[in-house]
């Protein structure tokens, strides 16, 4: 190593010294000329241990010069240090470059068996690569690799050169070189050779199938199917690998939707039968340019189809995704399981709370009612005690009073009024006012015991007076308060039937009902002059009351009248008293009388009705035939019912129209 060292210190003197003596400048500057990234062991690669290198050299004084850096070197060494690459690199590359161009030359000399064997005329079966000898090259030949193949072919193959060399050669196109340059022109030109490379016949378009294999080697199967197709990709953007087992959701989900939306810059345009530009005439070349399109359009979906077969396939043979379905079911399966498992939480707490609460408020309440218990338990033996006080000292009171007979001396009628007072006494006073009453009767003296005897009945007796006069006025002003809302005079018992039967017959919605109440209360009855005010008033305060049992009231009225008015005659004989069924009330007085005034319950009127349906105006003795269907009524109530009901129907009609006139 240490002679290592002085072989380095060694070309760097010299260096130095052959630097200064041709750039003559300062010192400092010298070391700019030396590339910085150049070491000495690199550049002295041939050096080696027992190499020995002395020198002495003069320096002689510098002088300064200005010279511009040109030469190959230092274009070598500027491009270097643009790449920022090492003279190892550079020198590696270059050989590189070197024996890839050695490779295309050695491959062309092997191919002129195969330049022999071509047919000019068939050019287009021809394999352009194999032609020019880059065959193992093919679509990843450079443009410069096709142009030294093509020129190292001419230079060998050329008519010229063979002649030269005595060889036999055909005249024009049959000459196998015109093989040569077509397949220059077309892998020369960057249109015709994507055209030919769409199309080369080299390239497997197999698709694995979905079988078993398939399944178990999928990434050994369909890894190099995806990446000899991703050649056709017309993206700009970088083709996502398959990956691997281990490959993220997000990375296998991105390479589907690439492949799902693949596009191929592939055509057929090298496949078409016919060339427009051999078309005589316009319609000639139109007709074959159609032709050749419907035959692109024909490969070209079948290579979208072939395409989406290979993802499909992929897909479904894919172990990745099945088990990504089965994360994201375990997943949506956990987040069930959460979601329920948190609900059920919840409604257990609420129940829990909702417990709680419960058992609080129970415990609140038994509680309140042991407290309440309690007080009244303490209120009803207060409430004993004082009774039993109360008792006694009534007790007191009468046995003090007897003993004192009444302080009525021989007079019975004092004795029975102050007996009378005694008990109105007991009944009324208060614990307190019987202790201290009794405090007076027992005291001795009898003159004491009358005073506070009596002095307790004036009291008793104007506390009775004061809630005498206080009901007085209050039964008086309530009296005042109906008057005065009610109207001042009375209504009577004829006035209420007509308002109840006008309001069942003018029920709620009809218009301006009250106004027509009114109009059929002073029709029927002239002497009623009642405001719609005051029949909404009555109604209202017939609502609140029973009106069931006020109607009946009301009905009940107008029958006593008639039974005062009519005097029905004695209980009908004991002959009757064989019947074989039961007579009502109404039927006795119905064969009786002929008639019964009271009022027409819903079943008899609903018998009627189907009586009139059933016997209409055309049948003789109608109406005895009517009556005889309702027992209950004679044959004059059902005339009368009939009239009554015929004269509310025109009442009604009658009513509706003086409101409407009266409104107008």
């Given amino acids: 190593m240490r002679k290592i060292r002085t072989i380095e210190r060694t070309w760097r003197n010299i260096l130095r010294f052959y630097l200064k003596r041709t750039f003559p400048c300062e010192t400092t500057d010298l070391v700019d000329y030396i590339p910085k990234q150049a070491k000495p062991s690199e550049m002295l690669l041939d050096a080696t241990e027992e190499d020995v290198c002395c020198t002495n050299a003069k320096i002689q004084s510098l002088k300064c010069a200005i010279v511009e850096p040109a030469g190959r070197w230092f274009e070598a060494y500027c491009l270097r240090r643009r790449s920022k690459q090492t003279i190892s690199q550079h020198s590696y590359k270059s050989t590189s470059s070197t024996e890839s161009s050695s490779e295309v030359s050695e491959d062309d000399g092997t191919d002129e068996k195969l330049l022999l064997s071509l047919d000019p005329k068939e050019w287009k079966k021809q394999d352009h690569y194999a032609v020019l000898g880059i065959a193992h090259l093919r679509c990843h030949a450079t443009e410069d690799q096709i142009k030294r193949a093509y020129k190292k072919k001419v230079l060998k193959h050329h008519p010229d050169k063979r002649k030269a060399r005595g060889e036999k050669v055909k005249e024009g196109d049959d000459d196998y070189f015109s093989c040569v340059t077509r397949a220059y022109e077309t892998l020369g030109v960057p249109v015709k050779r994507r055209a030919f490379d769409s199309v080369d016949p080299e390239f497997n378009d197999d698709i694995p199938e979905k079988d078993k294999e398939s399944r178990e080697e999928f990434f050994e199967v369909f890894r190099p199917v995806f990446e000899r197709n991703e050649r056709w990709s017309n993206s700009k953007k970088k083709v996502p690998k398959l990956g691997d087992a281990n490959s993220t959701w997000d990375d296998v989900n991105n390479f589907y939707s690439f492949w799902y939306d693949f596009d191929s810059w592939r055509e057929y345009s090298y496949l078409d039968e016919e060339e427009k530009e051999k078309g005589e005439n316009r319609d000639e070349r139109r007709w074959i340019e159609q032709q050749n399109k419907k035959a692109r359009q024909k490969l070209k979906k079948e290579e979208v189809v072939r395409i989406r077969t290979l993802v499909d396939n992929a897909y479904a043979c894919d172990p990745r995704i099945q088990r990504f379905k089965d994360e994201e079911k375990r997943k949506k399966e956990e987040l069930k399981k959460a979601r329920k498992d948190a609900a059920k939480a919840k409604q257990e707490e609420e129940e829990r709370m909702k417990r709680e609460a419960e058992e609080l408020e129970r415990q609140r309440k038994e509680k309140e009612e042991s407290e309440a218990k309690a007080i009244a338990t303490e209120a009803k033996k207060e409430k004993e005690a004082q009774k039993k006080a ?139 002059n ?135």
């Fill in 390 to 528: 109360i008792k006694k000292e009534r007790k007191t009171m009468r046995n003090s009073l007897k003993d004192l007979n009444y302080f009525a001396g021989d007079d019975p009628s004092t004795k029975i009024q102050n007996m009378s007072d005694m008990e109105k006494l007991a009944e009324m006073l208060s614990l307190t006012s019987l202790q201290e009453l009794n405090s007076h009767l027992t005291s001795g003296d009898e003159n004491k015991a009358k005073e506070g005897f009596h002095e307790k009945i004036n009291e008793m007796n104007k506390k009775l007076e004061e809630e005498k006069r206080k009901n007085l006025e209050a039964s008086q002003k309530q009296t005042s308060s109906v008057g005065e809302s009610g109207g001042k005079i009375p209504w009577s018992d004829e006035e209420m039937q007509l308002l109840i039967k006008a309001v069942n017959l003018f029920p709620a919605g009809t218009v301006e009902r009250w106004e027509t109440i009114a109009g059929f209360l002073t029709q029927h009855m002239p002497s009623s």
């Fill in 530 to 664: 009642r405001s719609a005010k005051e029949v909404l008033f009555k109604a209202k305060s017939l609502q609140k009351m029973d009106s069931t049992k006020m109607k009946d009231a009301v009905n009940q009225k107008a029958f006593d009248r008639f039974s005062k008015s009519h005097k029905a005659n004695p209980a009908t004989s004991s002959e009757s008293s064989g019947s074989e069924r039961f007579v009502s009330p109404a039927e006795h007085l119905v064969a009786e009388t002929g008639s019964n005034p009271n009022p027409w319950t819903a079943d008899e009127q609903k018998l009627l009705e189907q009586a009139l349906k059933k016997f209409p105006a055309s049948t003789p003795e109608r109406w005895d035939k009517i009556a005889d269907c309702i027992p209950t009524r004679g044959k004059k109530d059902c005339m009368k019912r009939f009239k009554e009901l015929a004269e509310m129907i025109k009442a009604k009609k009658a009513a509706a129209a003086q409101a409407k006139t009266a409104k107008s």
